[in-house]
C-alpha cells in the first residue's frame, strides 16, 4: 500500500476562517486589514479596520512593531496589543504568515474576557465553539452568583441577628426598653464611670384605667406614656418598662438636679393630660423618684436603684404627681429629699 505525503498547505475559504477563528484580521503585505472575522466586527466595525493599516488600528506592545517581517511565513509570532480607540481593550494573539506575504491575526481577549463580555454585549455565538471563553464565563457568572447569594444570605442573617438581639432587649408591648437590657446598660455606665441620673417613674391610677376602661385602653396608656418619655429625653438615653406601670430612666451626662428635675416636671405635666381610647378619656398621673451616680463615692447599682426607689416613694406618699430626688449623708442612703410637684 503506497501512502501520500500530507501538504503542510490547506486552502482555507473565508467562511471557514470566519467560524473557526472570529476574531481574526485578514491582512495583505502592506499590514493593511482585507478581511476581518465576525466577532471582531462586531467590536469594531468594517469602516474602523477594512483597508486601515494595523499601526493605526492597534498599539503593539509585544513585540515593538508591526512589520511585514514579522508576518514572512511566521509560523506562532505571539502578539500583545490594544486598540487605539476607545474602548482600549486589551487583546493578545499569533501571527501566521501567509505565501503572498501577508498573514492573519487571530487574537483573543485573554483574562479581560469578562470585561469585554460587559462592554460590547458578546454572547456564546461570538466565539468559536471549541473556545473554553464559554465555560470560563459560566464559571465566572455561576461564582457571582454564589457570591451574590453568599452576602444576600449573610445580609439576612446579620438583620435576623440584630433582631433577634433588639427582641431580646425590647419590651414587646411599648417597645421600651426592658429589664434585662436596663440591667446591662446601668452596669456598663457604671464600669465606664460614665456620669449618669437614674429615674423610677410609676404610672398613679393607672389600675383604674383597666378596672374600668379595659385592658386594651391600659395597652394603650403604656404605650403613649413610652412615646412621652422618649419625647422628654434625648436619643442616647434609656427609657425601660421594668413592671406593669413601672418605668426607669437612664440620662447619660446628666449630673444637674436643676435640670433633672426639669425633665421629670415634663413628663409629669404630659402624662398627665388626659390620653384617647376609642372615645375615651384615660386619666393617669405619674410619680418619679431619681438619683444621681455623682452623689456615691462609687456607685453602686442595688444601692441607686434603692435610693431611687425610696425617692419614689416619698413622691407617692406626698400626694403624687411629683418628682423627689435622694440624697447621700454620711456614707449611707438617707432617705429621699427635695419633693417637687409640677406647678399649678
Known amino acids: 500500500m503506497t501512502g501520500s505525503v500530507p501538504s503542510d498547505r490547506i486552502g482555507v475559504g473565508a467562511r471557514a ?15 493593511s486589514v482585507l478581511h476581518a472575522g465576525p466577532t ?37 509570532q505571539k502578539v500583545h496589543l490594544s486598540f487605539r480607540d476607545p474602548p482600549q481593550t486589551s487583546l493578545k494573539g499569533v501571527i501566521v504568515g501567509l505565501p503572498d506575504g501577508g498573514g492573519i491575526v487571530n487574537v483573543s481577549f485573554g483574562i479581560g474576557v469578562v470585561d469585554a463580555v460587559r462592554d460590547y454585549g458578546l454572547t456564546s455565538a461570538d466565539f468559536a465553539a471549541t473556545d473554553l471563553t464559554i465555560e470560563m464565563l459560566y464559571l465566572v457568572e455561576a461564582k457571582s452568583a454564589a457570591m451574590e447569594q453568599s452576602r444576600d444570605l449573610n445580609q439576612r442573617l446579620q438583620i435576623a441577628k440584630s433582631t433577634a438581639e433588639r427582641q431580646a432587649q425590647t419590651d414587646a408591648l411599648t417597645g421600651a426598653w426592658n429589664r434585662r437590657a436596663l440591667e446591662m446598660e446601668l452596669a456598663r455606665v457604671i464600669e465606664t464611670r460614665t456620669p449618669f441620673t437614674l429615674m423610677r417613674l410609676d404610672l398613679d391610677f393607672f389600675k383604674n384605667v383597666n378596672d374600668t376602661v379595659g385592658h386594651a385602653a391600659g395597652d394603650h396608656v403604656l404605650q403613649v406614656v413610652t412615646r ?53 378619656l384615660c386619666q393617669v398621673g405619674s410619680s418619679i423618684g431619681s438619683t444621681m451616680s455623682v452623689l456615691y463615692d462609687r456607685p453602686d447599682l442595688d444601692r441607686m436603684q434603692r435610693d431611687a426607689d425610696a425617692a419614689l416613694y416619698r413622691s407617692k406618699h406626698c400626694g403624687r404627681g411629683r418628682h423627689t430626688s435622694a440624697t447621700i449623708l454620711s456614707g449611707f442612703s438617707s432617705g429621699p429629699a427635695s419633693t417637687h410637684a409640677p406647678a399649678a
Not at 476562517?17 to 499590514?31: E, I, Q, T, Y
Not at 468594517?46 to 493599516?53: C, D, P, V
Open 228 to 280: 412621652i418619655l422618649g419625647d422628654e429625653t434625648r436619643s442616647g438615653d434609656i427609657v425601660a418598662r421594668v413592671g406593669g406601670d413601672e418605668f426607669v430612666l437612664v440620662l447619660h451626662g446628666l449630673v444637674d438636679a436643676a435640670r433633672a428635675d426639669r425633665i421629670a416636671r415634663r413628663i409629669i405635666e404630659r402624662v398627665a393630660e388626659p390620653i384617647d381610647f376609642d372615645g375615651t
Open 40 to 76: 471582531m466586527l462586531r467590536i469594531r466595525p468594517a469602516s474602523r479596520l477594512i483597508g486601515r493599516a494595523l499601526s493605526e488600528i492597534f498599539e503593539i506592545r509585544r513585540p515593538r512593531s508591526f512589520n511585514p517581517s514579522l508576518f514572512s511565513e511566521s509560523l506562532g
Open 17 to 31: 476562517l470566519d467560524l473557526l477563528m472570529p476574531m481574526h484580521l485578514r491582512v495583505d503585505s502592506d499590514l
